[in-house]
């Protein structure tokens, strides 16, 4: 079975400007969570989908958003790109969401540059 | 949110046990104390979890104290593959399912 995949892998913008990342979760797998991972901030909670339905979101500003399609995959947005949103962004999909689903499939992330 | 406090490194000899130990005196009743390693440029991954009791699986164990205010995570024997970024995390029971890592502990495994 094929793991979480990501796209692109690498990314350099210009402040400014905007970018989507893409995420396709395992096969069969509905929720997809996005976190972001920084040297200073470390692993941080973006948001989660399930069913194509936020289910929850991390303590970032409105620049950062999500939206996940029918067949699970996801994206995420990122609006007026600042220096400081230079990270690597991971996705990662579970079978479900909430108290059933314990194990997250992480994929090997995106690294945005921010010029 | 509920905090864990972890060492920032430990290191160990191959083929020997380690033990990485995590606090989480906030930790409600209905947390799941989950551990996932990150192995160097790689997102990281899931290792094992637990409520109450302690767990094995074939990656490793987790050793739950019984007033759940700390948890050891066990490998039994260290191998190189093993070197990575551990983390403890406390994951609330109920809702969407989110992990906030904290710093974790560096493991360093000597041949």
């Known amino acids: 079975k094929a793991g979480v995949t990501q796209t692109p892998r690498y990314l350099i913008k210009t402040r400014g400007q905007q970018v989507t990342l893409s995420c396709s979760p395992i096969?069969?797998?509905?929720?997809v969570s996005w976190y972001q991972q920084t040297p200073g901030q470390g692993l941080q909670f973006l948001f989660e989908?399930?069913?194509?339905?936020?289910?929850n979101k991390g303590n970032f500003p409105g620049r950062f958003s999500g939206r996940q399609f029918s067949n699970s995959r996801s994206e995420m947005n990122v609006s007026t790109l600042e220096l400081g949103d230079s990270a690597l962004y991971l996705c990662?999909?579970?079978?479900?969401?909430?108290?059933?689903?314990?194990?997250?499939?992480f994929g090997p992330g995106t690294r945005l540059t921010v010029t | 949110d509920a905090k864990t406090t972890q060492p920032n490194s430990m290191e160990s000899n191959e083929e020997e046990p380690v033990h990485l130990p995590c606090n989480h005196s906030?930790?409600?009743?209905?947390?799941?104390i989950h551990w996932y390693r990150q192995l160097p440029s790689q997102g990281p991954e899931y290792v094992i979890h637990?409520?109450?009791s302690n767990v094995n699986n074939r990656m490793a164990s987790l050793a739950i104290a019984e007033d759940r205010k700390s948890s050891t995570l066990i490998l039994h024997r260290a191998t190189l593959r093993d070197a990575a970024v551990y983390y403890c995390?406390?994951?609330?029971?109920?809702?969407?399912?989110?992990?906030?890592f904290g710093k974790g502990t560096k493991l360093s495994v000597i041949p």
């Open positions: 096969s069969g797998h509905r929720s």
């Open positions: 995390i406390l994951r609330i029971g109920a809702g969407s399912y989110q992990l906030t």
């Open positions: 989908y399930f069913s194509e339905t936020q289910r």
């Open positions: 637990g409520l109450t």
């Open positions: 990662a999909s579970s079978l479900t969401t909430g108290e059933l689903s314990y194990e997250q499939y």
């Open positions: 906030t930790i409600s009743g209905t947390d799941y």
